[in-house]
């Protein structure tokens, strides 16, 4: 199975590459991070170049997006939606369940692409899920906080 997101990661890559943005990943068990040669500063983020930041768990079938950003000359023009379609084509196709945590200004792009409210953290992120196999995911919130994802990266949000 991960074969078949390392196909996923590629089209990302493509994708990245035909909207001129020179990038490459990194994998460290199951996290992806997507890399540019530009450094963007954004408040709340600081500098650096990570455009994408997935963790991926085959044996929870469990996504969890960390970050999605571009230089902001490359914002909305739909290369972040492309983007999310590859990784739902691939939840989707086996019936992965992703999870996010969203700041305000982007919740409305994620609910577009059917991203419900899971939950508001403490640091006032509203924690997001998809399931295309149609889970619920608020059940499914309390199994991912067992699983190595969540305890790697995501303690921090619990109380």
Partial sequence: MLAGFKY????ILSLL?????????MECEGRFLFRIDEMMCDAGFGCDNVVLDVFFDESEKILFIGLLRFPKEKRRAGL?????????????????TIYLDAWNESQ??????GFKHVYTDKYHFE????????LDIFH???????????KMYLTCHEE
Wanted: hydrophobic share 35%; no cysteine; net charge positive.
């Fill in 80 to 96: 972040g939606s492309k983007i999310l379609k590859k990784i739902l084509e691939y939840a989707n196709e086996h019936n992965f």
């Fill in 17 to 25: 590459k035909e909207n001129d943005l020179k990038a490459r990943y």
């Fill in 108 to 113: 409305p792009f994620w609910k577009k692409y």
């Fill in 127 to 134: 924690i997001l899920g998809y399931s295309g196999s149609g």
């Fill in 140 to 150: 499914e919130w309390e199994l991912f906080k067992t699983t190595k994802v969540f």
């Fill in 8 to 11: 996923t990661l590629d089209a």
